[in-house]
């Protein structure tokens, strides 16, 4: 069984019902909606589309609808502008049709953020400036590496705290209509502090969507350990992030981040560029096939595919690819090899789901089944990575969905009874009629039947089917 989950964005390479049912039939867990690029009414057509798909190939798959954030973007530029390194540009806060000379910028406080001899990147990085000086509203720069400058490209100003909102109107417009949807989870773009998260967690109210901040600033990497405690998973955005810090240090910050995140048994997925040139060609670079796997070896618990699906040309084939190389990269993994170095165990949860691994290693069992009403059972056992397969038992469909994004589980969704003995027998009766178990075999089971709490794990059991 693939243990590393599969997240695919949605676009208009793939926004039909029969490619999304070949996208979920290929392995995609988790459907990414990116409001970058549509707003609420195309996004709640998108979750339609994407429910009955999984309905039709009968796959619960989550769905991540991702936040745009406080992007900083220059604004219209005139078609064929070049700029050559060596000549002066400027960075105004009005709006003009920027051109050889000048370009307008949707964050009209830059001027009062930047110092003379701040580097300031275009276009994920491919123009570099330098500033010059300042003055109201104008930024003066000198071209240090040219080229063509296009309309709305994102703007970057490495190792500068810039005096953005975290989170945009628009961000707001989005996330309430996202409360209000069949949404398993939020993205949000940007972060640079855990009081980010807590401001977007606060404004969803009684709504508990789980967050995954991307980490693509690089104030959100000086604080990732704090971030990791507000969020409920992390992505390392890998784009954005080479361009606020430097491309050679991704790979060892892609490592870190989620050696962090591996140790509070927090999600994490890997994401920019993974089989970039599928979106073009029916096959990935060898260099891709072994980035994909360097992620999996790094313990990610998914990788995640953006243009590829949204407009490449092989959807369908960079899922099946994405899908092989996962395989093949955890045909010599060990999972048990895996697991977080041994730390002091500081509550009931962790000492439970530490202890279900090792027994279920010892005893050999068929599957760890996490009983969970709101999968913190599951995520604990997950980040153990145990040999066994997790396979989650829970009531709620919500949260088999949320689950989608954990390494490794798989779940079934049945009624729970208040009659422990009743329970265990139904569940493992489910375990089994889904193929998760053969009669003969043992599983071993463990919840939080007496704690009565989300993440309250308090029992081990292990029986024969």
């Not at 695919?8 to 793939?14: F, I």
């Not at 961000?171 to 855990?194: H, K, M, N, Y």
């Not at 790979?251 to 048994?265: D, F, T």
């Not at 202890?355 to 999968?375: E, F, M, N, R």
Request: glycine share 8%.
């Amino acid at each position: 069984m693939r243990h590393t989950k599969v997240i695919a964005t949605v676009g208009p390479a793939t926004d039909s019902p029969e490619v999304l049912e070949k996208l979920i039939s290929a392995g995609v867990d988790v459907v990414r909606l990116n409001a970058a690029h549509s707003g609420p009414p195309d996004l709640e057509v998108a979750v339609g589309l994407v429910r009955r798909a999984a309905e039709a190939v009968g796959m619960d798959v989550a769905i991540l609808v991702d936040l745009p954030g406080p992007k900083i973007r220059l604004g219209d530029v005139a078609p064929g502008t070049m700029l050559a390194a060596g000549d002066g540009f400027s960075l105004v806060d009005e709006e003009c049709v920027g051109d050889s000379t000048r370009a307008c910028v949707t964050h009209l406080a830059l001027t009062a953020d930047v110092r003379t001899g701040n580097r300031v990147l275009l276009d994920d990085g491919r123009i570099e400036l330098a500033v010059t000086g300042t003055s109201p509203g104008v930024v003066n720069t000198k071209v240090v590496t040219g080229g063509e400058l296009l309309s709305h490209k994102g703007v970057n100003v490495p190792g500068v705290r810039l005096s953005v909102d975290a989170i945009t109107d628009y961000d707001r417009t989005v996330l309430e209509w996202a409360c209000a949807s069949d949404v398993d989870w939020i993205g949000q773009s940007f972060v640079r502090s855990p009081g980010d998260v807590e401001a977007l967690r606060a404004l969803m109210g009684e709504n508990r969507i789980p967050i995954v901040a991307k980490i693509e600033k690089h104030e959100a990497v000086d604080e990732i350990d704090a971030v990791l405690v507000a969020a409920d998973a992390v992505m390392v955005a890998r784009g954005d992030l080479a361009v606020e810090t430097a491309p050679e240090r991704v790979p060892v910050l892609q490592r870190q981040i989620i050696a962090a995140a591996r140790a509070v048994g927090k999600p994490v997925i890997v994401a920019t560029e993974m089989l970039d040139s599928m979106r073009e060609r029916p096959h990935p670079t060898r260099a891709e096939a072994s980035d994909v796997a360097n992620a999996i070896f790094n313990c990610a618990d998914g990788v995640m595919l953006s243009g590829e699906t949204a407009v490449g040309a092989y959807p369908v084939q960079a899922v099946e690819t994405m899908v092989r190389i996962i395989l093949e990269a955890e045909s010599i993994t060990s999972p048990a090899g895996q697991a977080p170095a041994h730390q002091s165990i500081d509550n009931v949860q962790r000492a439970m789901s530490a202890a279900v691994c090792d027994l279920a290693a010892d005893l050999g069992v068929a599957a760890i089944v996490p009983l969970t009403q709101s999968g913190a059972t599951a995520f604990a056992v997950s980040r153990h990575r145990p040999d066994a397969p997790i396979i989650a038992a829970t009531p709620n469909l919500c949260t088999s969905r949320k689950l989608a994004l954990a390494w490794g589980v798989r779940s079934v969704v049945i009624p729970f009874t208040d009659d422990v003995a009743e329970l265990l027998d139904s569940v493992t009766a489910a375990v089994c009629a889904a193929g998760f178990a053969q009669p003969g075999e043992r599983v071993a089971l463990t919840a939080g039947l007496w704690a009565r709490t989300p993440g309250g794990t308090d029992f081990v059991h292990v029986r024969s089917v």
